[in-house]
């Protein structure tokens, strides 16, 4: 009996201390999970996503990320992959109910046995690929009791409201995988450059092995590893039944061959383009938006144009570069031993793969000996392989020292130039001399320059340089350098006359002229490029021959007020000092502000709003911005029930008069037909352009189009210096222009120049700017109604002085009464 109350009275206290227990446990959960996260989150799961930045053909020209992830739907994930993840990280995820049980025990009794004997091992979890999507989405990493209970908790509650393809969704698109990528999708071009659908069930298994150790398993530091740790996988995977017998050995006898993706830009030369673009969606959309909104982005740029772009304007950059002579080597390295290692550490042009970084190694006659910078493997390591090559006298003999005791001394042997050990940059011929490819020398330009090729209609940018190298230098001219237009402004000042009373055909002074600066500021004497004047002389004839005096007579009679309004109307400057000067284009603008004025000119005088960015879509694929805000009723018809073709609604404003901008465009034909842009009449299609030069010929400019292209170069040094007499727009850039429009509209049908309606076309004497007669040199002029040449002749800015019928300068003391090479062309 005794016996028995004894066991009765332990009895109660055992269960007293059970509830007590069970309480405090009950207790302690309870206040765990009185904070838990709300599992309600992971619907409205957003993670950070690569921006893709496109070309306008689709090619793939950039992308920007802080944590490079490409979100996969479940649907779109191969099967594949699926099973491939399931085998390597939980292979019953389908059946358990978020806590696997049976792994948990197993992995408990390892663990119990290292503790016991003393390994060092590490241990080792049981997590299921749900609880890793507790922790990666709700909780932290710490390696606490309360955390393991909280993630057990919060895994029941995310098995209780996801199905199990919404849980693998998460976790595949979420995970950390190495390389900067997140989820499978990114993995697979990080490590691959491939989609998940075209990966190899090697490849598939490889990204499978990731997930625990990325760093561990990194195929190039630990590649044996990653070989052990991948093919683990893929017998996994024959386990489970996911793989054939067959197909497994034959993955697990498969190199692991990594093909990385270039993350730089991908079109080729787009370097300046995709770094504008970048700039544009970082004001657009915000830091956050452009490296974790997943935008989809769809430019304007012309793959095949931009290189053709690239291309005209590196040649005229090296063709004025060697004409001035070697400024000396990049610097010198020791190549006593092994070259390669020092050369190794130079720094290359990455964005111009036809030059080589090369050292001086000795000298071979009048040749140069040169050796190659070596390539380097995936971990930074040099390459053994040590490639010489030459340079014959015939590749260097341009490079007459520009500055020293030997400047311009004509060039008998490479050693003239270079000495051993000289870090230079070099560029195949295509020949060999003996056994070694033969080399040109290269030299970096001193000389910088700009280009951009718009739609004169839409305003799109389909190619745009803003320099030799953005590797060298990431500054764009095009966008970024203000620079005085030079003549190249005059065309606006013309309209403005155009627009207010004057006509082609108008006869202005070209003669010396006096203008009073104001108290303390002394005269302006402005003058034509190289001295001289031609009298009288009508509106085209100004700007064909690009009159200096003409345009200041002009600008004076009209008032600078109404050019600067001009000037702004067209988005070339904001606010212009309305000083005579200005007419001139002493102001200073962008290559890409220029361009765009030009090309409202070539619209019809219409508003062209310049992008590089035709389209930009969201994540989930809603169009959020559009370029082209043009309406087309009808264009989305389904079929055709006898309506009318569908027309384009424009409402862009009307900068200029439409018969204004054909008469400017037509006096600028005079100047690549007659003028100083004669450099391009050779391309036998109609174009309307003019050039530009600023005083000491400091910057040079053409800017020309075609009914549908509108084209702008610059060159000049980035701080602003002299290039030398003769380095004109028309001599520089117009031939840079000749050559980039030659290819750009190769095959494409020359286009005339529009009429407007109601224009009359009356043949004038180009001379004198009245009627023509027979017999006579005469121009057909275009005139607006009620407009017409004159029949007194009168001439603007005469001072009330007699002019007889001009010829040209009247004698050898006129020409002598203006001194000085200064002003602008």
């Not at 450059?193 to 990194?218: F, Q, T, W």
Request: net charge neutral; hydrophobic share 40%.
């Amino acid at each position: 009996m005794i016996f028995v109350r004894f066991f009765g009275w332990v009895f109660s206290i055992a269960a007293l201390l059970f509830l007590v227990a069970a309480g405090g446990v009950a207790v302690y959960i309870h206040s765990l999970s009185s904070d838990l996260p709300d599992t309600n989150q992971l619907r409205n799961y957003q993670p950070p996503v690569v921006t893709r930045v496109h070309a306008a053909d689709g090619e793939l020209a950039s992308e920007y990320a802080h944590e490079r992830r490409l979100f996969m739907p479940i649907q779109m994930i191969p099967d594949r992959v699926k099973q491939a993840f399931i085998s390597a990280e939980d292979k019953d995820f389908y059946t358990h109910p978020g806590i696997d049980l049976v792994s948990l025990a197993g992995a408990a009794v390892k663990n119990i046995d290292t503790i016991v004997s003393g390994s060092n091992k590490r241990m080792v979890g049981a997590s299921t690929i749900t609880q890793q999507v507790a922790k990666v989405f709700l909780l932290t990493n710490e390696r606490t009791i309360d955390r393991k209970i909280r993630e057990a908790m919060l895994t029941l509650k995310i098995e209780q409201a996801y199905t199990k393809d919404q849980i693998l969704e998460l976790y595949l698109n979420e995970i950390y995988l190495g390389f900067r990528s997140y989820g499978v999708a990114a993995a697979s071009l990080a490590y691959f450059d491939k989609p998940l659908a075209d990966l190899k069930l090697e490849e598939v298994a490889y990204l499978a092995a990731l997930p625990k150790a990325p760093e561990n398993y990194n195929p190039y530091r630990s590649r044996q590893a990653a070989i052990e740790r991948r093919n683990y996988v893929i017998q996994q995977m024959v386990e489970n039944g996911y793989a054939t017998r067959e197909e497994g050995d034959a993955a697990m006898k498969a190199p692991l061959v990594i093909a990385e993706r270039n993350q730089s830009a991908k079109v080729f030369a787009s370097e300046y383009f995709v770094e504008e673009v970048r700039r544009s969606l970082l004001a657009m959309y915000g830091e956050k938006g452009l490296y974790e909104g997943g935008l989809s982005v769809r430019t304007t740029l012309d793959p095949k144009m931009q290189v053709i772009a690239r291309s005209a304007l590196q040649r005229a950059l090296l063709r004025y570069d060697e004409a001035h002579g070697w400024r000396g080597a990049k610097k010198q390295i020791d190549v006593s031993g092994d070259w390669g290692i020092p050369l190794a550490a130079e720094a290359g042009l990455s964005d111009v793969p036809e030059w080589n970084v090369a050292v001086v190694l000795g000298f071979d006659g009048d040749a140069a000996r040169i050796g190659l910078q070596p390539s380097k493997g995936p971990t930074g390591k040099v390459n053994d392989e040590r490639i010489e090559g030459i340079i014959p006298l015939d590749q260097l003999k341009w490079a007459k020292w520009e500055t020293g005791p030997k400047r311009g001394a004509a060039v008998k042997a490479a050693s003239d130039v270079l000495s051993v050990g000289d870090v230079i940059y070099v560029e195949k011929t295509g020949t060999a001399v003996g056994t070694l490819e033969a080399y040109r020398l290269r030299q970096f330009p001193g000389i910088s320059g700009a280009l951009v090729a718009m739609d004169s209609t839409t305003g799109r940018v389909r190619a745009l340089v803003g320099g030799f190298s953005f590797a060298e230098s990431e500054f764009n001219r095009a966008t970024q350098a203000k620079r005085q237009p030079g003549s190249s402004f005059k065309p606006f000042v013309y309209s403005a006359a155009l627009d207010n009373g004057y006509t082609p055909a108008s006869v202005i002074l070209d003669g010396p002229i006096e203008i009073d600066q104001g108290p303390g500021l002394g005269m302006w004497r402005p003058q034509n490029y190289g001295g001289g004047y031609a009298g009288p002389s009508t509106l085209r004839t100004g700007i064909e021959k690009s009159r200096n005096l003409m345009t200041v007579r002009l600008a004076q009679d009209m008032g600078m007020p109404l050019v600067a309004e001009y000037a702004k109307r067209f988005g070339i400057y904001d606010n212009m000092q309305p000083v005579l000067a200005m007419s001139l284009g002493a102001g200073e603008t962008t290559v890409m502000r220029l361009v765009n004025a030009y090309a409202i000119i070539a619209n019809g005088g219409r508003r062209v709003q310049p992008t590089l960015i035709d389209r930009v879509q969201d994540r989930f694929g809603r169009t959020i911005y559009r370029h082209d805000q043009r309406v087309c009723e009808g264009c989305n018809s389904g079929d055709w029930k006898g309506q009318d073709e569908p027309q384009l609604i424009d409402e862009r404003e009307q900068v200029l008069d439409p018969m204004t901008a054909y008469q400017i465009t037509s006096m600028m034909e005079g100047v690549v037909q007659r003028g100083t842009a004669t450099a391009v009449k050779s391309l036998n299609r109609p174009i309307a352009g003019k050039t530009g030069t600023t005083n000491d010929e400091k910057d040079a400019w053409f800017v020309g189009f075609t009914p549908e292209l509108t084209v702008g170069i610059f060159l000049g040094f980035d701080t602003p210096k002299p290039m030398g007499h003769g380095a004109t727009g028309g001599t520089m850039a117009a031939p840079v222009f000749r050559d980039f429009m030659a290819q750009a509209l190769a095959g494409q049908p020359p286009q005339e120049f529009k009429v407007p309606e109601g224009m009359v076309l009356i043949p004038i004497d180009r001379k004198t700017g009245m009627r023509a007669y027979e017999g006579e040199s005469a121009i057909i002029e275009a005139f607006k109604p009620g407009t017409g040449p004159s029949d007194v002749y009168s001439v603007i800015g005469g001072d009330g002085m007699a002019w007889g019928v001009p010829t040209e300068v009247n004698s050898e003391a006129d020409k002598a009464a203006v001194t000085g090479t200064g002003g602008l062309y």
